[in-house]
C-alpha cells in the first residue's frame, strides 16, 4: 500500500532528524559556556530529539501493516506521548531558567539577551 | 579531571568486574538455570484466566491483578492497610496544622501554570485509564492511584498549597477519601460472605469467582468484556484510597514553617 509506505518513510525520516538533534544537543550541553544555553541545548533535545522521533515512531507504527489493529494503540500512545513532552518540554526549561535566573544560581555571562531583565526595567522593578 | 576522579572512576569499574567475576565463579552461590516454568508459576499462567476450570480461575487476563487481589488478596489488603498507617503516622506528627491562606506568593509563572492546567485533566484521565484496564493489561488501583496524585503534586508545586486549600482539597476531606476506599475494599472483601450469610450458603473471605463448595461468584463479564469479577472493585476503591492518601501525605508534608511551628512548640495544644 502507497499510504503505509509514505509514512513507514515520512517516520523514518522523522526518527532521523530526531537522532541528529539528540547528537546535537550532546554536542552543546558539554560545549556551551554557561547553564542559560546549555539548557537551550538540552530543549533542543526535548523537542527534537524526543517529540520528533516519537511523532516518527507512530507514523512507522501506521505504516506496518504486520501489526494489524495494535499499530493504532502504538501511534496513538506515540503521538500523546510526543505532545505530552513538546507541553512539558517547554514548561520545564521555561520554570528551571526563571528558578535559577531569580536566585542567581548560575553566571549570567556572557549574555547576548535577558528578556525578563528587560521586563522587570520597563515595568521600573 | 583531578587524579582522585581517575581513581574513583577506576575504583567503581574495579568494583564492578570483580563482582561480575565473582559471581562469575559462583561465589554468590550457585545460579539456578532453569529452561522450564516452576509448576507453580505454570498454574497461575493457566488458571488466571480459564473459563474451563472455573473454581481455579480468577477469570481476569491479567496474571498480576489476580494474584495480587484474588489469589493473595488478603496480604494486599494488610498492605494497604500498613501504608495508610504511614500515612496516618504522618498526620497525625502535624496534628492541629492548618494552611494559613496567603502565606505564599502564588506559585510559579503563567507558563507554568497554563501548562500545568492542561496537563492535569490528562493526568487524571491517564490515572483513571490505568485503573480501569488493571484486570486487562498491567497496571491497576496502585498505579492508577499514585498517578492521580501526580497531579495534586504538580497542582501543588505549581499553585501553592493556598490554590489547593482554596479549591476544598484539604487534610480532612482527602483523610474521609482515603478511609472510605479502605472501607469500600474490606466490604468487597467480605460482600460474598455476607451474601452467603443471608441466603444460607458457604462463601469465602476475599472470594472472586466459584471456589469449591461455594457458587457465589462477582459478575465475570460486562458485554462480553472481563471485568476480573471482584478485582474491578479492588481496583477502584484502591485508586480512591491511594490517590487520596498520597496527595495527603504530600500536602502534609508540604506545610509552610510558619503553619507548623506554633503546633510542634505545643503552643497551639491546650
Known sequence: MLWETVCSVAGLILVAIGAFCDIAAAIGIN???NFFVRLHAATVGAIGGAVVPAFGAGLIALGSPELGNYRFFVAGVSFTTGLMIMILGQAGAHALARATLKAKAAPLEPCVHNALRRREEVRGE | MKVTDLVVAAS???LALLLSYAMFLGGIGPVPVRSELRTLALNYILLTYNPAKIIYSALAPEGVTAIVWDYRGLDTYFETAVMFLAIISVVA????????????????????????????????LAGVSITMHGWLTPGGGFQGGATIAVATVL?????????LAKHGIRKKILLAMRSTGLIGIALTAVALLIIGLAVGV???IFQNQERMGSPLAFPAYFSGTPTGGSLLFYNLFEAFAV????????IVTSLREEEVKETLRGEGVE
Do not use: W
Open chain 2, 202 to 204: 458457604n462463601a469465602y
Open chain 2, 155 to 163: 497542582a501543588l508545586v505549581t499553585y501553592s498549597i493556598d490554590t
Open chain 2, 93 to 124: 506528627l502535624t496534628h492541629g496544622c492548618k494552611v494559613r491562606i496567603g502565606l505564599g506568593k502564588g506559585g510559579m509563572s503563567l507558563i507554568v501554570k497554563t501548562t500545568t492546567r492542561i496537563l492535569m485533566p490528562l493526568i487524571v
Open chain 2, 12 to 14: 567503581i569499574v574495579a
Open chain 1, 31 to 33: 560545549r556551551f559556556p
Open chain 2, 243 to 250: 490517590s487520596a492518601g498520597l496527595s495527603l501525605a504530600i
